[in-house]
């Protein structure tokens, strides 16, 4: 793995970074207040060739490396990472397509949602099935060429925005996980009811919805893989997800590092800036560690999963260590600005927000502490 960037991936830092200092920073506070799906960031970011970044050329994508995008998503995460997380929601959506989908599928659905610039969203969350995907109750039943589903989904980023869902349903029930299948069906199909946006803590310019399948016929030929295979598709599609997520997370930790620096190095007590008090140097040298090192994480498991090696170890890592990191710089530049940072006026009380959720989604920081135990053994 080479730890330089190319010139190419310069580009792409650079260009993610200008669309964040230009369109994501001084439109984030309004979208937190607003708490919708931000249609017009999306359209403007599709412009710029900022979404469906993974998808192949062949089909109108970018074709860019997990690596690649991970490089353009820290710059994004450092803007915001609610309107970062909505903008690159496509690449969660579409990954069962693009991983399990034959080619004849994607050939079929990838064009028209990218040139009409469609959202999709992951459906595997449900009331009683969070970190656990072998628990999910949803059930799909076939009646002739279809399949029917029943059940309730929660926590569907971009749900209510999306014109598609990657839908994961029981479909042989003796079977344990290896009963689940996987389903491509469009958001607007009969017996598919969605609900408002939930109130959310945190990156809430990326909504997150309830979804209710009562009696939704889905033809056969929407199955994404074989059946069975919906649970092999959900681990292959974290082993890409995450580290995109997480650079995410570095991004956040970044920008908390940033704006704790900058105030440290202008706010004066006791004839100083508090910036040489050694307490709070301590603390900035922490984030600026908490960074380098949750970059290298993610790059490095982006990098093997690029390169067609196993990176299911590495993934848990860069959640479990960013997902943490994310979380300790944001609390840590609170902690240095003091009382001012407790403010909603402050980005550093955003920052704080959006934060936890990253020690909790796509595997809570525990889940993935047992998966590496679980490849520790297993190696």
Known sequence: MNLELTAEQHKIQEQHREFAEAVIIPSAVEWDRIADYPHPLFEQAAEAGLTNRIVPVRHGGRGLSVLDATIGNEELGYGCTGISTALTINELGLLPLLLAGSEDQQAAWLPGILADREVVSFCVTEPEAGSDVAALQTTAVRQGDRWVLNGTKLWITGGNAA????????????????????????????????????????????????????????????????????????????????????????GLARRARDEAVAYAGRRRAFGQTISRFQGVGFMLADMDIRVAAGRGLVRHAAWLRDEGAGNTREAAIAKAYCGEAAMASATDAVQVFGGVGYSADQPVEKLMRDAKIFQIYEGTTQIQQQIIVRELYRS
Not at 195 to 210: F, S, W
């Open 163 to 250: 014109a598609w869902l990657a839908v994961f349903a029981v479909t042989d029930p003796d079977q344990g996980h290896e009963g689940l299948s996987c389903f491509f069906v469009r958001a607007d199909a009969p017996g598919i009811v969605r609900g408002a946006p939930i109130a959310k803590m945190g990156q809430r310019a990326a909504p997150a919805v309830r979804i209710e399948f009562q009696d939704c016929a889905v033809p056969e030929c929407h199955m994404l893989g074989s059946r069975g295979s919906g649970f092999l598709t959900i681990m292959q599609t974290f082993d890409t997800s995450r580290p995109l997520l997480c650079a995410q997370a570095v």
